[in-house]
């Protein structure tokens, strides 16, 4: 088996044996800073509602994965309907690393230890390339909507407030 490149995650490995185009965009901000997103589009020079952010929610006592853009927050509810049940609650973020694979901040929707029910907010559709975590702190990825949609079987829906 190869050795992976030192700046390599599981979601990189992913997008590289996907044969999936992408490209990645490294960038310096801190991860406790308030308004974190709109710090990251603004260090990236792109429009904030290009980057999306990777939640991890507890819908009816599992775990499901939320992707929504850093321009607004998680519509709970919506998102319990988008998974198919009643009511949802962001997860324990030990939990959510646990089950992730990887640390707040840097929670990337591919490549997760243990793969999830997705649901990813519906305006990705209107983009032409969408940019999240690529699983580690200072480092995003640009990618088409349908890659990874298609990547983590993500439903999409209105989940965004």
Known sequence: MAKKPAAGTPATAVLAEQRVEHTLHPYDVSPDAPNYGALVAQALGIEPARVFKTLIAE???????????????????????????????????????????YVRGGISPLGQRKRLPTVVDASALDLDRMYVSAGRRGLQVALAP????????????????
């Open 146 to 161: 349908s890659d990874l949609i298609r990547l983590t079987d993500a439903v999409t829906a209105a989940i965004r407030t």
């Open 59 to 101: 819908v009816d006592g599992r775990l499901v994965v939320a992707v929504v853009p850093v321009t607004g927050d998680l519509d709970l509810k919506a998102l319990a309907a988008a998974a198919g049940g009643k009511r949802a609650g962001l997860a324990d973020r030990v939990a959510a690393e646990r089950s992730s694979g």
